[in-house]
């Protein structure tokens, strides 16, 4: 989707008009607009009101709805409502109901409750994207489709392990090949023929969620799930296509959730689309990153953010008010780290049901004098001073974090050496690191070319997959700094061992051998001691979670571990190799140590941090066609003083040239356009 085509940033968010009486709706129409937005995003949950039973249609609601925006002026983000089926095709066809981790066959209720593989569920979904498609192809509301909603969860039918085994069987070909990679010969688990196989849950070899006596098989089974709730997003997705071939179309994504590859699914949508809901004490950082993850999923093109609450959610704990101030400052954020739009779920709160205590912009009171709905018309009137300028934007960045779905997949079904170890924490860790310093950073792949950056970093690279050590080499080879560190180049894609030593296919490149990994209890820890400083990185720091005992095979040692038995060993290491350097950290270091570390890889990178940033304060970086626009978010409650050093222009949200020294109030925002 070309973002630079609109005619405004995006702003408004999911509406369920069919939830009312209609005669609510005129008031909605008055208040909507009044907030400034311009785009509802309707028909989420709405598949037993279109089709109540297998024989017949109603869309004159829908109808009246689609007018209803137009007439308004207000575009329309329009789902299918596959999202969850209605109760009377649970009765009819109870194989559209999933069977849990269990093994129980669920009854209707809850959403997310169709088996993706049932072939009536993806006829009956996909039948209704297609009339959905038909009947508004030509709506002059229409701008977006919006394919079911928040894809997610497991189901382990019969059906599904039928095509499980189909699934495999396309995969290894042979059942040879399969017992080999799964290492089937472990317990005498072997297979000879493809009906023995069975899916991984508690009545198999899983005996919980996360895990497992067979890393391969429940591997395979994660990938085989998101490829069969991927399949039945495709489908619609071709159902829409075939209608509106120019119209974008796009599902709603949840950051870092753990169950979907969306490297694989972003290939399919036409724009990133992800629902953002952070609790009041999630970092900054790690909601930047998740910012960042999703622009990465498209090569750093532009996103939408389609849900944030305005005020607060109902299904965490304990569900605080967003203070005054912050929803417009993480909405900010959202647009900072490459959204071109704000959207909220919802606009106006339910009656009754599990989201009636969820924010919105119309409270339960029903008018518009409320804290909430003041905040979200300013927002409305900034938005729209800002115009088309950001649209389309990028973030231009010389810093690369990998990340990878199958990875973590295989990363947290291991059994051993450790419990504690998270993937995304580890990535975080040095995210957190670089943006506490004010450097922009994308996430990419572990396909993406990495020939545009200057340091790519690949913390916990456990698995490495056919193709990734010649490609990551040939990046070194040319100049590349790269990154990596313990439990990495462990396993190939099936969760194989690499044998001769660890880290495998890098070891050469990385010029170390880890011999054995000691994991630390909790609370734990050993010392990194630097043999000399490197930058400000100097004395001593602490590491957790796994020590990696490495040897030296060329590569120089810049630090060592500071106790246990294993004292005097490499922990810090860099191997020259062609034209660029491989750095091996063998522990999970403490921040001090990754702000000491990463701020000296970019000083020998000639990297140089965004102007503006302090603690508490973010920075980012849009720019296009020559024109740059420096984002400054004070997540301080207090005011504080931005230095912008060399940076002057147009602060766009007041209008008032800025330069220097600039007052910046707690939870305020600069958005900076520089002069030319
Ligand atoms: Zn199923």
């Not at 609510?24 to 279109?50: C, H, K, Q, Y």
Request: proline letters at 5%; a negative charge; charged letters at 20%.
């Amino acid at each position: 989707m070309d973002t630079t085509k609109l005619p405004k940033m995006l702003y408004g968010g999911d509406y369920n008009p069919e939830q009312w009486d209609e005669s609510i709706w005129p008031e909605d129409m008055r208040l909507i607009p009044l907030a400034g937005m311009n785009i509802a995003t309707v028909n989420v949950f709405s598949w037993a009101m279109l089709q109540p039973n297998e024989d017949t249609y109603h869309f004159e609601t829908l109808d009246r709805i689609m007018d209803m925006l137009h007439k308004n002026g207000i575009y329309a983000c329009l789902a299918t409502s596959t999202g969850a089926h209605p109760a009377w095709m649970a009765r009819k066809y109870p194989e559209v109901l999933r069977t849990d981790f269990n093994g129980r066959q669920r009854k209707f209720g809850g959403r997310h409750n169709s088996c993706p593989n049932s072939p009536l569920y993806r006829s009956l979904s996909t039948q209704l994207a297609a009339k959905l498609a038909e009947r508004y192809k030509d709506h002059p509301a229409l701008l977006l489709w919006h394919v079911s909603n928040e894809y997610g969860g497991e189901c382990y039918c019969d059906r599904c392990e039928t095509a499980f085994r189909e699934w495999l069987r396309a995969k290894y070909g042979t059942l040879d090949k399969l017992n080999e990679q799964w290492n089937t010969r472990f317990w005498g688990h072997t297979f000879y023929e493809w009906d023995e196989i069975v899916l991984p849950n508690a009545l198999s070899e899983q005996w919980s969620s996360d895990r497992t006596c067979f890393q391969g098989i429940s591997l395979d089974y994660t990938r085989f799930n998101s490829d069969s709730l991927l399949e039945c997003y495709k489908l619609e997705y071709d159902a829409i296509k075939a209608q509106t071939p120019d119209l974008p179309v796009t599902t709603n994504l949840m950051g870092t959730f753990k169950g979907l590859d969306y490297f694989k699914w972003a290939k399919h949508m036409d724009i990133i689309a992800w629902d953002n809901y952070p609790s009041m004490d999630t970092p900054t950082s790690f909601t930047a990153m998740t910012h960042d993850l999703m622009r990465g999923l498209k090569s750093g093109a532009p996103f939408l953010l389609m849900e944030q609450t305005p005020s607060q959610q109902n299904w965490q704990a304990y569900n605080t008010l967003k203070r005054p101030g912050i929803m417009r400052l993480w909405s900010y954020q959202a647009v900072a780290h490459g959204s071109d739009s704000v959207m909220f779920f919802q606009l106006r709160r339910s009656v009754g049901a599990c989201e009636k205590y969820h924010g919105a912009l119309i409270e339960h009171v029903g008018h518009e004098h409320t804290r909430v709905f003041r905040e979200c018309a300013q927002l409305g009137r900034e938005l729209d001073s800002l115009d088309t300028k950001l649209l389309g934007s990028r973030l231009p960045s010389r810093i690369a974090i990998m990340y990878d779905w199958e990875n973590r997949w295989a990363i947290e079904y291991s059994s051993g050496p450790t419990i504690d170890l998270k993937y995304v924490d580890e990535i975080h860790n040095y995210y957190r690191a670089l943006y506490e310093q004010g450097h922009q950073v994308d996430i990419v792949s572990f396909e993406e070319d990495l020939s545009p950056y200057a340091i790519v970093l690949a913390p916990v690279m456990y698995m490495v997959k056919p193709g990734m050590a010649a490609r990551i080499e040939a990046y070194v080879a040319a100049g590349g700094k790269f990154v990596t560190t313990f439990f990495s180049g462990i396993v190939n894609e099936n969760d194989i061992v690499t044998l001769g030593g660890y880290p495998g296919e890098l070891r050469g490149l990385l010029g170390i051998w880890a011999e054995e990994i000691d994991a630390l209890f909790p609370g734990h820890h050993n010392r990194i001691v630097m043999k000399d400083s490197l930058g400000n990185l100097q004395g001593e720091y602490k590491c957790s979670i796994l020590c990696d005992l490495i040897h030296s095979e060329g590569a120089e040692v810049l630090a060592e571990y500071g106790d246990d038995f294993y004292k005097g060993m490499p922990v810090l290491t860099r191997n020259r190799f062609g034209s660029g350097e491989a750095w091996y950290v063998a522990s999970s270091p403490d921040a001090d140590f990754l702000q000491g570390f990463l701020g000296a890889l970019c000083d020998s990178s000639n990297i140089k941090p965004l102007p503006g940033k302090q603690p508490g304060v973010e920075v980012s970086l849009r720019s296009r066609e020559g024109r740059s626009y420096l984002f400054v978010l004070n997540h301080n409650a207090a005011e504080v003083t931005v230095e912008l050093g060399e940076f002057a222009g147009v602060d766009l949200i007041t209008g008032t040239a800025v330069s220097g020294q600039v007052p910046l109030a707690g939870c305020d925002v600069l958005i900076i356009e520089q002069f030319a």
